[in-house]
């Protein structure tokens, strides 16, 4: 997982600008004595011709070149789609996302932890966004699409779910 990115300004109160390897949590204890640690906005709208403040801050950022589909496993979107690779957070999430695909055609398949360790899902994101995107390389367009749901979001896991949102949001 990248760094986490603080904007320091003096005469400012402090901005997480992009959730990283540094829990929020953290970052926001250390800064306590010093004010409060706000959000910079996760959409990534900067005014016209400004620079972003941070890398990986556009609202579109580390996306596969297949879709990718943040879902309910209880009832995914699954519209126009005949081929599908699972990105779940845990085993159990994805044996819920093997279920709601039945009737797809499941090319490949990964948890990001056995049980929630948002440590070894940081770790494995990027390269299993990889296998993925490249296990429906072959699939016409329109057809196939990764399907995630959300990762928890305390701790470590603000980041990924962050890079999941960005990722989704490039379609």
């Given at each position: 997982?990248?760094?986490?990115?603080?904007?320091?300004?003096?005469?400012?109160?402090?901005?997480?600008?992009?959730?990283?390897?540094?829990?929020?949590?953290?970052?926001?204890?250390?800064?306590?004595?010093?004010?409060?640690?706000?959000?910079?906005?996760?959409?990534?709208?900067n005014p016209a011709g400004a620079p972003a403040a941070a890398p990986g801050m556009s609202a579109s950022h580390y996306a596969p070149r297949a879709q990718l589909r943040i879902v309910d496993a209880a009832a995914p979107d699954l519209v126009g789609l005949t081929h599908v690779a699972l990105l779940a957070p845990d085993a159990e999430t994805l044996a819920d996302l093997r279920t709601a695909a039945a009737g797809m055609q499941i090319v490949a398949e990964t948890a990001l932890s056995e049980s929630l360790d948002p440590v070894a899902a940081a770790a494995k994101l990027f390269d299993a966004l990889h296998k993925l995107d490249a296990a429906l390389r072959d699939v016409a367009p329109g057809k196939a699409a990764i399907l995630s749901t959300p990762y928890p979001e305390p701790g470590l896991g603000l980041a990924i779910a962050d890079r999941l949102r960005r990722a989704a949001a490039a379609r």
């Open positions: 997982m990248e760094s986490s990115v603080v904007s320091l300004v003096p005469g400012e109160p402090a901005r997480l600008l992009r959730p990283g390897g540094v829990p929020r949590e953290t970052i926001a204890t250390l800064l306590a004595p010093f004010g409060p640690l706000l959000d910079a906005p996760l959409d990534g709208v």
